[in-house]
């Protein structure tokens, strides 16, 4: 269904998630797309929106509205993960 997808994607991994490789569920995911960002969450496993929600929300925004999550960091991008 993925690769019927246009657009940007964004992939968010736990660390620790035990059901795949992330560096391999990410290249099979989204290998070969310009607009694909990878964000491995090191504090969190397969139910990194439980285990790690405040990360994982403020990814989320940050890649829903960029603008805005500039403006809550000062004017800065945020580093990437």
């Known amino acids: 269904m ?3 997808h246009p657009g940007p994607l964004l992939l968010l991994w736990g660390a620790h998630d035990v059901t ?3 560096a391999q569920a990410a290249q099979t995911l989204g290998g070969g797309r310009a607009q694909c960002r990878t964000v491995l ?4 496993g397969h139910w990194l929106q439980y285990e ?3 990360r994982t929300n ?3 925004l940050a890649w829903l509205d960029p603008d805005d999550a500039r403006r809550r960091h000062g004017g800065r991008r945020r580093a990437p993960a």
């Open 58 to 60: 403020a990814e989320l």
């Open 41 to 44: 969450v090191p504090e969190a």
């Open 20 to 22: 795949a490789e992330p």
């Open 52 to 54: 790690s929600a405040e």
């Open 2 to 4: 993925l690769d019927r």
